[in-house]
């Protein structure tokens, strides 16, 4: 009896996945903006932790991390915003800021070629300020500066329809902000390079990272 031929099966497509563990709600609304503007090839995962303590955190970072295959090229991103840490310890209370600085370390050496840290500083917004202007200044918080954010994003608002609707004939706030990618990358990567811990805007990097 003659077998009639299989059809062969489709094989799965398999992307690097790339995990960003972020601080609140304006990372994850900018994460998906891009998401929804760029075309890529790769799983781009926003998340949120479950809970809020340092210790929870570190635990929900180390479990993302096992689950991560290094061989696929898969990231965990730790996107942290330094702002309220680095007050608490000019007030005199190091405990959120060094927590921090062990947490850090120590997932850096459990997983080398998975865990990254990404720092802002003051917050996300200040890398949306460097789009529209080359700056080194220290700002010491959000409400320090969206004087000078406001000079050019008007309506700026921390709300995920500002974030995802459409501005000024653009599909979202990473739509409009595109055209002044470069000056921003730029401007982020010199800080880093003359070592500004208090002027950072790491998530930079995701510019080499998705290769945009």
């Avoid at 890529?40 to 955190?57: V, Y």
């Avoid at 062990?102 to 997932?107: G, S």
């Amino acid at each position: 009896m003659r077998r009639r031929p299989t059809k062969a099966r489709k094989k799965r497509s398999v992307k690097k996945k790339l995990v960003f563990f972020v601080d609140g709600d304006t990372e994850k609304w900018y994460l998906d903006s891009l998401k929804g503007f760029e075309r890529l090839d790769i799983d781009i995962a926003p998340r949120l932790p479950t809970k809020k303590t340092l210790k929870d955190i570190a635990q929900e970072l180390s479990e993302i991390c096992q689950e991560a295959d290094a061989k696929l090229g898969d990231k965990v991103i730790w996107i942290v915003d330094l702002d309220v840490p680095y007050k608490e310890d000019r007030e005199g209370n190091p405990k959120k800021l060094n927590d921090y600085k062990r947490i850090k370390t120590n997932l850096l050496a459990d997983f080398p070629e998975v865990f990254e840290a990404w720092e802002n500083f003051p917050c996300l917004e200040f890398w949306l300020l460097l789009h529209y202007k080359q700056t080194q200044r220290c700002y010491l918080s959000y409400n320090d500066l969206l004087p000078d954010l406001k000079k050019h994003l008007v309506d700026y608002k921390k709300t995920e329809n500002y974030y995802k609707s459409s501005k000024k004939g653009a599909a979202n706030l990473y739509a409009l902000l595109k055209p002044n990618q470069k000056a921003a990358y730029d401007s982020a990567k010199l800080l880093k390079k003359i070592n500004k811990p208090d002027a950072a805007a790491d998530i930079y990097k995701l510019i080499d990272l998705v290769g945009l």
